[in-house]
């Protein structure tokens, strides 16, 4: 299941969450699984630790605390968020790096690599649809895709570069035209 990158990027207040704190715990369960399919099926498993921000799903405390990187009529039409709600450019250029803690971490854990969620309208799919956001983070395709593709570039530059990086993308989103 996924794994968050940080506190309010957490679906909910059990919601894995890999840090310092805990790596060893995630360690063991590493071992475990492997452990475990080496028992019963005699195949070593490639492990993967899926690391996401929920975005505007967030509910670290439990109740929704919905982090987006822009207003979006199709996900807003009944209830509109306040824009206390849409992350900063300096919120965002700091989360590649909890992206490479996490990668790290998760490779110390003796995971074989990591996916970077892009996907099911999470914090970094919502981005690749970020047209009208201004700065660099949304309108031309290059400033959309910046965050996802300098999490992954600092998640490679954090691992020993035995763990591979992978991302989840979704196909299609289905917003309606121009975008």
């Given at each position: 299941?996924?794994?968050?990158?940080?506190?309010?990027?957490?679906?909910?207040?059990?919601?894995?969450?890999?840090?310092?704190?805990?790596?060893?715990?995630?360690?063991?369960?590493?071992?475990?699984?492997?452990?475990?399919?080496?028992?019963?099926?005699?195949?070593?498993?490639?492990?993967?630790?899926?690391?996401?921000?929920?975005?505007?799903?967030?509910?670290?405390?439990?109740?929704?605390?919905?982090?987006?990187?822009?207003?979006?009529?199709?996900?807003?039409?009944?209830m509109p968020l306040p824009?206390?709600?849409?992350?900063?450019?300096?919120?965002?250029?700091?989360?590649?790096?909890?992206?490479?803690?996490?990668?790290?971490?998760?490779?110390?854990?003796?995971?074989?690599?990591?996916?970077?969620?892009?996907?099911?309208?999470?914090?970094?799919?919502?981005?690749?649809?970020?047209?009208?956001?201004?700065?660099?983070?949304?309108?031309?395709?290059?400033?959309?895709?910046?965050?996802?593709?300098?999490?992954?570039?600092?998640a490679k530059a954090a691992?020993?570069?035995?763990?591979?990086?992978?991302?989840?993308?979704?196909?299609?989103?289905?917003?309606?035209?121009?975008?």
């Open positions: 299941e996924a794994c968050a990158v940080c506190r309010q990027g957490r679906a909910n207040p059990r919601q894995l969450w890999i840090r310092e704190e805990n790596v060893d715990a995630f360690r063991r369960l590493a071992d475990e699984m492997r452990e475990t399919a080496l028992r019963t099926t005699g195949v070593a498993p490639v492990l993967v630790l899926q690391l996401t921000h929920s975005g505007r799903y967030s509910k670290p405390e439990g109740d929704p605390a919905p982090r987006i990187a822009c207003r979006n009529p199709l996900f807003e039409k009944d824009d206390s709600c849409i992350l900063s450019d300096d919120e965002l250029r700091a989360l590649p790096e909890r992206y490479a803690c996490s990668a790290r971490l998760a490779e110390e854990a003796g995971f074989d690599g990591v996916d970077i969620k892009a996907c099911h309208r999470y914090l970094l799919n919502e981005l690749l649809s970020a047209h009208t956001r201004p700065g660099p983070y949304g309108g031309s395709f290059e400033n959309r895709t910046r965050l996802l593709r300098d999490a992954v570039r600092a691992t020993a570069g035995g763990a591979f990086i992978t991302s989840r993308l979704n196909v299609y989103d289905g917003f309606p035209y121009p975008y």
